[in-house]
């Protein structure tokens, strides 16, 4: 993929997904600047000026056909602060309609309600998003993508300046909604959260330096920690330049 004349991704080919099927967390993990927010904006259809080809659940990212089956859940809450939380899934669920066919069956109240359950905040419902910590206010607007059931589920560090209680509590969401079908891409630069995952891709300078579960890409590089194993894979690479800045 390129922009502006310069690759910025270089032929990442990346399957979020067990055999058979099966759902799973797989996090995108590098430093900051290496490309993951353009990959994920990219997936979901969104990244503006490039040249490129991105296939997603097997369709053209962003495409008709693919654009309701896939949720996006950006660094910044997009919520309104005026609304409750009841109000922001209302108002989102009737543009967005009813993705899947499993959530058009069911009634706008009582996905709202579902969402809302599902994130912890079930007792917000009529609680106005001004007035909420800024951890509620992300996971309101992670219960604004769950609407739709959606296939695949993008997160660009949703964990990013939340305390350590919140943090596990949301990764453990993210481990509910995968045994329940949804896969879940899931980016961070604090490699800490690696062994969060149930797999995991290491990015840097736009090339994926490699892939595996957190064991794996330990035992391959002989390290003791995910972050040790990603500079060991980095000064492998050799710094290989180009990608993204």
Known sequence: ???????????????????GGAAEVVGLLGPSGGGKTTLMRAAVGVQAR????VRVLGERAGSP???GRVGYVTQAPAVYDDLTAG??????????????ESARREPLGDRVGRALATVGLDGARNQVVRTMSGGQRSRVSLATDLLGDPALLV????????????????????HDLAAAGTA???????????????RI???RRGRLLATGTPEELRERTGTVSV???FLALVDGDGGTPGGAP
Request: proline share 4%; glycine share 12%; with cysteine.
């Open 184 to 198: 879940i891409l899931v980016s961070s630069h604090v490699m800490d959260e690696a062994d969060r995952c149930d």
């Open 201 to 203: 891709a290491l990015l």
């Open 65 to 67: 056909r693919v654009r």
């Open 155 to 174: 997160l660009d560090e949703p964990t990013v300046g939340l305390d350590p209680v919140l943090r596990r509590d949301l990764w453990a969401t993210f």
């Open 50 to 53: 490039v040249n490129g080809s």
């Open 87 to 100: 109000e922001n899934l209302e108002f989102f669920g009737a543009l967005l309609g009813g993705g899947r």
């Open 227 to 229: 972050e040790d194993a």
């Open 1 to 19: 993929m390129t922009r502006g004349g310069r690759q910025i991704l270089h032929g990442i080919d990346l399957t979020v997904g067990r055999p």
